[in-house]
């Protein structure tokens, strides 16, 4: 099991912003497509966005589009999130996760190999 160390979660109000980090060692960063899922009490986890390790090329759900950005920095071995106009409705646990090389294109739980803890984002109407 690989660790990944999820921070940046909390409480903001409607139209605010919030940046997720999650590290990973270095091993797995490299090798890695990164991605974050988020699950709200009472529903399923859900795909929220995830970027390729190679091209950096990403995927979204539709509600994240044009509001989430999903970034990597490999220096860090570190994946953002950052969150814009944010709605009370994104209220969950997100988790950080990570998987083969090619998985980025894929919005299922099952292709992700390995769980952050999670981290809460709450936002208050």
């Known amino acids: 099991q690989v660790y990944l160390a999820e921070s940046g979660g909390g409480l903001v109000q409607a139209g605010g912003s919030l940046r997720l980090s999650c590290t990973a060692p270095?091993?797995?960063?490299?090798?890695?497509?990164m991605g974050w899922f988020r699950q709200a009490p009472g529903k399923e986890r859900e795909f929220v966005a995830a970027i390729s390790a190679t091209t950096s090329s990403t995927n979204y759900a539709d509600f994240a589009k044009g509001r989430f950005t999903i970034s990597r920095d490999k220096a860090k071995n570190t994946v953002y999130l950052q969150m814009n106009s944010l709605r009370p409705e994104d209220t969950a646990v997100y988790y950080c996760?990570?998987?083969?090389?090619?998985?980025?294109?894929?919005?299922?739980?099952?292709?992700?190999?390995?769980w952050g803890q999670g981290t809460q984002v709450t936002v208050s109407s």
């Open positions: 996760t990570s998987s083969y090389w090619g998985s980025y294109a894929s919005t299922s739980t099952l292709t992700y190999r390995n």
């Open positions: 270095t091993r797995t960063f490299s090798n890695s497509d």
